[in-house]
Structures are given as C-alpha cells and as structure tokens.
C-alpha cells in the first residue's frame, strides 16, 4: 500500500530537549516536504526537497533542520525545540515537479512543547 | 507572494442539502489547484487537482470549478451525507515547483 509514515504520531517534551520526527515514504517519491498546522493559519511549508542531497526553506524554517541522505526518509529535527513549535506536524510526498503534482501526506505528528 | 483564502470557516448543513465551498487566490497564474479532505487525527487526502487550463473537474458528487482570471475556485458537494464532515482544504502552487500555498480550511459538519 502507498503511504507515508511519520513517527511518532504525538510526542510532549521540554523546551531545549532536541527531537526528531521521522517521515518515510514508499513510492519511490522526489518530491518531500514538511508543514505545519496552526488554528487559523492553516498549513505553511517548513522544507523541502526535491531529491537526495537538495533541500531548500519553505515559508518557516526558523528553528528546523532536515537532512534527506536517502530517497525514502525525511527526517524533520528540532535542535531546541520552543513552546511556539507546539503544533500539528505533517508530511507530504510526489513525484517530481513536486507541488504541481497529488500530495500524499502522512497522519500527521502532533508536538507539544512545554 | 500568494495567498489563498477560504470563506466561510464553518459550515452546517443538514443531510443532503449540497455544499458549496470557496476558494480565492491572489495571483492568478497558477499551474493547478488542489482540493483536499481532511479527517481529525489522520493527514490530508487529495480529493481533485484541476489545471488550470480546465474550467472544472469531477469526482463522484464533487465536482470543482476553476476560474483564474478572477482567482476563485469552487468545490461543490452534492447530496451531502454525514460522513463528508470534515475539514476541506484547496492548495496552489508557489512560483517555482517546490511550494505550496494553503487556504486555512473550510470545516464542514453535515447532520443527519
């Protein structure tokens, strides 16, 4: 079955504690990409990638590092992790051409930050 | 930069009444637009891409309208039924392949 997989899917830690949330895909994707979901706000792009070894800065990458060593994981790493990280984490996937092409999302990961 | 706003932020129908749902964007030349469902607790699920050289695209009873020249598009759901409550998201492209910009969301509850 197609799907990506974000781990884990709730986690409640303290500020200054490093974290990191997984993201994997298996359909052999390019395109990868991580946002967050705030009330009112809707979902902002935080990175993104368009293959191994490229990343570049959505709309809010402030406070976020991510790393994609294989073509699968993409991993979202909060280094020193604030209370205004506190959110809904969520992943996405496709081809290449990235967000011109469906999104397929993981579930989601919900962080609270104390 | 683009921006992408949906109108209202709730919504509640009674079964079977068809919803009609709003999205506006400020820069016109988009590529696609997107339609997305969203359920408590689980991820997004892409409903419809329409390009934007089409008018309107169909699924089952949702059908999305495009109209680029004044930045709206439209997702109509027919003969609504409770299990289309959810959260409805459209997204378009940034200006380059790699960025995506979201609307915040229509939540719609469709009682029985």
């Known amino acids: 079955e197609a799907q990506v997989t974000q781990n884990p899917r709730y986690l409640i830690t303290v500020t200054g504690k490093k974290l990191t949330v997984t993201c994997s895909q298996n359909m052999n994707h390019e395109y990868m990409s991580w946002y967050r979901q705030d009330p009112g706000l809707g979902l902002r792009q935080i990175y993104y990638?368009?293959?191994?070894?490229?990343?570049d800065k959505g709309d809010v990458p402030e406070g976020y590092k991510v790393s994609r060593k294989e073509k699968r994981n993409f991993p979202l790493i909060l280094e020193s992790p604030s209370p205004n990280q506190t959110s809904l984490y969520f992943c996405a996937s496709s081809t290449v051409r990235g967000a011109k092409n469906i999104q397929y999302f993981g579930a989601g990961t919900r962080l609270s930050v104390l | 930069k683009q921006e992408v706003t949906q109108i209202p932020a709730a919504l509640s129908v009674p079964e079977g009444e068809n919803l009609v749902l709003n999205c506006s964007f400020t820069d016109s030349a988009i590529y696609n637009l997107q339609w997305f469902r969203q359920d408590p607790g689980k991820g997004l699920t892409s409903l419809l891409l329409i390009q934007s050289s089409q008018r309107e695209q169909t699924s089952g009873r949702l059908n999305a309208s495009l109209d680029k020249s004044s930045g709206r598009s439209t997702l109509y759901i027919a003969a609504s039924q409770p299990g289309d409550s959810a959260t409805y998201l459209c997204a378009v492209p940034g200006s380059n392949d790699y960025k995506l910009s979201f609307g915040a969301g229509t939540t719609v509850t469709v009682r029985a």
């Open positions: 990638s368009m293959n191994v070894e490229v990343t």
